[in-house]
């Protein structure tokens, strides 16, 4: 199984709610990533999780808030955000974060939109 | 500052022609750099990546070359297809300061489009 997972697909929400997307890969991979794409831009690194902890945030707003319950799970829940996070949402997982020659395993992405 | 530039910005070719696109970094200390290729709406999806050492790689109809001396890389696309079409996105590596993680700069990818 080579595969990153994301759900959902697609969310829709006000900047009141309270949402989580999730991501989940069973590789084996000890590090996950959360990035932030927006159309026509590079995706921009948010979040590493190495070994289940916690390693770099790219001074991410506090809205935004990571979790990672286990080694094959990784979700980011989502508070009173701004329509301006409007994106997709790509989570990420490499066997370790620190070996040269890594490749990231990219999921298909959740496509938010915030009204 | 770690840049990775890249171009053309977008490219039109017909369906079997060849195509070539061009990233130049200024990312130090450079551990690797990676292609990938990403459909519309979708995640990006890893082609070839590429060590100090390697000038050339192959994977299918995708050839990615890497001169450490002038800090460029290309991307030969041959016989292209429709399902060619998509951004292509350079990423360069770079050990942080503290040599324990490394991190990604991403251009801003080319986008392909191949017309029958």
């Known amino acids: 199984d080579t595969e990153v997972t994301q759900t959902p697909k697609h969310l829709v929400m006000g900047m009141t709610n309270k949402k989580s997307l999730k991501c989940e890969q069973h590789m084996g991979h000890r590090a996950m990533y959360w990035y932030k794409q927006k159309a026509k831009k590079p995706p921009e690194l948010m979040f590493v999780y190495s070994y289940e902890k916690l390693s770099i945030n790219e001074s991410v707003p506090s809205r935004f808030s990571p979790e990672c319950p286990n080694s094959s799970l990784l979700n980011l829940h989502l508070h009173a955000l701004q329509p301006e996070d409007s994106a997709l949402y790509l989570c990420a997982s490499s066997q370790d974060s620190g070996a040269l020659g890594e490749t990231q395993y990219f999921g298909p992405g959740t496509r938010l939109l915030v009204l | 500052k770690n840049q990775v530039e890249q171009s053309p910005q977008s490219l039109i070719i017909l369906e079997g022609k060849n195509c070539t696109l061009q990233c130049n970094y200024t990312v130090s200390p450079f551990s690797n750099l990676r292609w990938y290729k990403q459909d519309t709406g979708r995640g990006p999806v890893s082609l070839t990546i590429?060590?100090?050492?390697?000038n050339t790689k192959s994977n299918g109809r995708y050839t990615a070359t890497l001169d450490a001396d002038t800090k460029q890389s290309s991307l030969h696309i041959t016989a292209s297809q429709l399902s060619d079409s998509a951004s292509y996105i350079c990423v360069v590596s770079a050990k942080d300061s503290g040599g324990s993680n490394y991190k990604l700069t991403f251009g801003k990818g080319t986008l392909l489009t191949v017309n029958p």
């Open positions: 590429m060590t100090f050492s390697e």
